[in-house]
C-alpha cells in the first residue's frame, strides 16, 4: 500500500531533538535508581539485599500466531473468563511452569559451585543468603502442584492441551469519530479524544518540504526546518526551550519531509496550555541564530562527505537521478557549494514563505475537553497569518518526467575498485496513487516479494544469486509517477540480473496461480488492521490525507480494490506497467571485472556512470 511517511515525516538531519516524553514519575524513579549501590560489595555494606533474578520466561502464557499466520486474535480473548479452553490451558500452563521451575532449582546449585571458585563471579554472603531463599521458595512452589514431583518436564509440557484455533472475529474497523474546525486565518484543526492516558500529542502539517527548495539552493527546506527547532523562538531561544520542556517532561519536534513540513508537541494534559503556547512560538516566532545554522549546515556537509561510504546505497539513488532527471525535485542532492551558500536571511524568507495558517493541518489527539482545547489552539495559533503580498500558498514545483530514451535499456557502471559484492538497482517509472492499475500491482509485489515470494524463492533460495532481493512499486505518490524497482546485492550480478528479467517477464506471460493470488491478498489485507493500532496514528493519517487532497475513504477503497483483484487482472496491470527489457540498470561494482561480463550476458551497452563525489 501507498507509503505517505516518506511525504511528510521529518528527515534525518535535523537539530538537537529533546529526550523523549517520560511522565514525570519515572524520572523520579530513575533519580532512586542511580541512587542505589552498584555492586555487591557496597550492597553488603550498606544491608541492602541484592535484586532477584527476573524469572525466565518458560512458557508462551498468551500464544501468538506465527509470523505469517492468518489468524485473527481479539485483543480481549486472553481476559474472557467464558472461555473454557482458554482457563484449561492457563492452568495446564501453570503447572508446567511449576515443574520447569523444579528443574531450573536444581542446576542452579553446580552453577553456584563453579561461581563459588572464580574470583570473577564469587558471590557475597548476603547474596548467598538471598539465592538460599529463591530455591526454598522455588521448592515451596513445586510442593505446592499436586503431582508434578518426580515427573519430566518435558512429559508435563507434552501434555499440554493445544492452542486454541478459533478466536472471535474483530470489530468492525472505521474512521475514528473526531471534531472538525477551521479558524478565521484558515487553520484547518481536527480533534480526538483519547482518556487512556493523561497525555496529548498534536501534530502540525504545513505544505511545502523539501521540494519547495529552490533549484540553486538544494536543502534549504531541511536546514530551515531543523534550526527552526534547535534554535528555539524569540521569546524562549535553543537552550532556554530545552530546559523548559525537560522540566515540563515534554518534547516539540520538528523538520522537512518530501512535501510538507511536520511539528509536533507532546505533553502531560495539565501542561497542554503552557506546551501548546510554546510550541506556538518555535511555528510563528523562530529564532533561527548563526551559531545553530552553523552547526546543522556542517552535520549535512559531513553526511554529503560520507554519502557514498556504503556503496549499496549508490544504485538506487542513482537509480532515481536517472529516470527523474539529475536536477528534479524528485532525486536532487543539495551540493557542498549549494549548503555553504545558505544564510540565516535565506532560512527566515523561506519559512515565513512556505509556513503559513492556510496552509497547513493541526491534529491534536489526547485527554482533553473539545471545547477548552478549542480556545486553546485559538489562543494560541488563532494570530498566525500569511505573509503580507502573497493571498494565496506558494504551489509545490511538479516537473514532468523526461525522456527515458536515452537511458532505456541501458546498464550505467560505478566502479568501486575492488569490490566482492555488488551492489544492482533495476527500475523504471511507476504509477501514481488512484492509478487504475494500483490494486493489482500491491497485489503483484507481494506475489514478488517475502518469504514464498517469486524472487525469494527463485533468486535466493534456489538458484542462491542474493541473499536479499526486492521489487515492487512503493511509493505511489499523489502528483506524478513513482517508480518501480528492484534491487539486490550479489557476487554474480550478470546472473541475477538474467533472473530478475526472467521473474519479470513471467509476470507478463501468464496470469498467477490460485494459491500465489490468495496469499498476496491474505498479506495485504491481514496488514490493514495495523492501520488503526493506534488513535494518534489514525489522526496523523486523517491530517496527512486533508493536507495531500487524499480522500478520507481511501484506506477502506484500498481494502475493496485488494479484494475484487483477480488473476487476469494482474497479468493486465504487468503487461501495461512492466517492460524487463527496455528498464534502466545501475550496477556499483569492480568495473574491470564487471563490464564485459555485463555487457555479453545481457546483450546491453554499458555506460561508466561518474559520481558528482568520488568514493572515498
Not at 521529518?10 to 519515572?26: D, H, N, V, Y
Not at 493541518?361 to 477548552?372: E, K, N, T, Y
Request: proline letters at 10%; charged letters at 20%.
Amino acid at each position: 500500500m501507498t507509503t505517505l511517511a516518506s511525504l511528510t515525516e521529518p528527515s534525518a538531519a535535523r537539530g538537537r531533538r529533546p529526550a523523549p516524553f517520560q511522565p514525570r514519575r519515572q524520572v523520579v524513579w530513575r533519580q532512586s535508581k542511580r541512587a542505589q549501590p552498584r555492586n555487591a560489595a557496597q550492597r553488603e555494606e550498606a544491608g541492602v539485599a541484592p535484586p532477584a533474578p527476573p524469572l525466565l520466561p518458560l512458557l508462551p502464557l498468551r500464544p501468538s500466531p506465527l509470523p505469517g499466520s492468518q489468524q485473527r486474535v481479539s485483543p480481549n480473548h486472553y481476559s474472557s473468563s467464558s472461555s473454557s479452553l482458554s482457563e484449561t490451558w492457563r492452568r495446564a500452563a501453570a503447572a508446567g511452569a511449576a515443574a520447569l521451575l523444579a528443574a531450573q532449582a536444581l542446576v542452579l546449585s553446580p552453577l553456584e559451585a563453579s561461581a563459588a571458585g572464580s574470583p570473577a563471579l564469587a558471590t557475597s554472603p548476603a547474596e548467598q543468603q538471598q539465592q538460599q531463599q529463591q530455591r526454598a521458595q522455588a521448592a515451596a512452589a513445586v510442593s505446592a502442584a499436586p503431582g508434578l514431583l518426580g515427573q519430566d518436564p518435558a512429559a508435563v509440557v507434552a501434555g499440554l492441551p493445544p492452542l486454541p484455533t478459533e478466536f472471535p472475529q474483530l470489530p468492525p474497523l472505521a474512521l475514528p469519530k473526531y471534531q472538525q474546525i477551521t479558524l478565521k486565518n484558515g487553520l484547518r484543526v481536527f480533534l480526538l479524544e483519547d482518556h487512556e492516558l493523561p497525555v496529548v500529542r498534536g501534530s502540525l502539517l504545513m505544505r511545502g518540504g523539501t521540494r519547495a527548495s529552490p533549484d540553486d539552493k538544494v536543502g534549504l527546506a531541511t536546514l530551515s526546518a531543523a534550526v527552526q527547532r534547535s534554535g528555539g523562538s524569540e521569546q524562549h531561544p535553543g537552550q532556554a526551550l530545552d530546559d523548559k520542556l525537560e522540566e515540563l517532561g515534554a518534547s516539540i519536534e520538528g523538520g522537512a519531509g518530501a512535501e510538507a513540513f511536520g511539528f509536533g508537541f507532546q505533553c502531560l494534559r495539565e501542561d497542554t496550555a503552557e506546551v501548546l503556547s510554546l510550541f506556538a512560538e518555535v511555528v510563528r516566532t523562530p529564532a533561527i541564530p548563526q551559531d545553530k545554522l552553523d552547526l546543522a549546515k556542517t552535520q549535512i556537509l559531513n553526511a554529503l562527505e560520507h554519502r557514498n561510504d556504503n556503496p549499496s546505497a549508490i544504485p538506487s539513488r542513482e537509480l532515481a537521478k536517472l529516470i527523474y532527471g539529475p536536477g528534479s525535485v524528485y532525486a536532487r542532492d543539495p551540493t557542498p557549494e549549494q549548503i555553504s551558500s545558505i544564510t540565516v536571511e535565506d532560512a527566515r524568507a523561506f519559512l515565513a514563505r512556505w509556513q503559513r495558517p492556510d496552509a497547513a493541518v493541526l491534529g491534536i489527539v489526547g485527554d482533553f475537553d473539545p471545547r477548552q482545547m478549542q480556545q486553546l489552539v485559538e489562543g494560541s495559533l488563532g494570530g498566525w497569518a500569511a505573509p503580507s503580498g502573497e493571498p494565496s500558498p506558494p504551489t509545490l514545483p511538479s516537473p514532468p518526467l523526461p525522456d527515458q530514451g536515452p537511458i532505456s535499456g541501458r546498464i550505467f557502471l560505478v566502479d568501486i575498485p575492488g569490490a566482492t559484492q555488488t551492489s544492482v538497482a533495476v527500475g523504471e517509472p511507476g504509477i501514481q496513487m488512484l492509478d487504475r492499475d494500483e490494486y493489482p500491482l500491491e497485489v503483484l509485489g507481494s506475489i514478488f516479494n517475502g518469504f514464498g515470494g517469486r524472487l525469494f524463492n527463485e533468486i535466493r533460495s534456489r538458484e542462491g544469486l542474493a541473499y536479499s532481493v526486492s521489487g515492487g512499486w512503493a511509493p505511489t505518490p499523489l502528483d506524478h509517477p513513482g517508480l518501480f524497482a528492484a534491487s539486490a546485492e550479489t557476487a554474480q550480478p550478470a546472473a541475477l540480473l538474467s533472473a530478475l528479467r526472467g521473474a519479470f517477464q513471467q509476470a507478463g506471460e501468464a496470469p498467477p496461480t490460485a494459491q500465489e493470488l490468495q496469499r498476496a491478498k491474505q498479506e495485504a489485507l491481514n496488514k490493514f488492521v495495523f492501520n488503526f493500532a493506534s488513535r494518534t496514528a489514525q489522526l496523523n493519517r486523517i491530517i496527512t490525507f486533508d493536507l495531500l487532497g487524499i480522500p478520507q475513504d481511501y484506506l477502506f477503497r484500498y481494502r475493496a480494490g485488494i479484494e475484487r483483484v483477480q488473476p487476469d487482472d494482474v497479468l493486465a496491470a504487468a503487461q501495461r506497467r512492466l517492460h524487463p527489457r527496455s528498464q534502466t540498470i545501475v550496477v556499483a561494482g569492480d568495473a574491470a571485472r564487471l563490464r564485459a561480463e555485463l555487457g555479453s550476458a545481457l546483450g546491453l551497452p554499458v555506460e561508466d556512470l561518474r559520481l558528482d563525489r568520488p568514493l572515498v
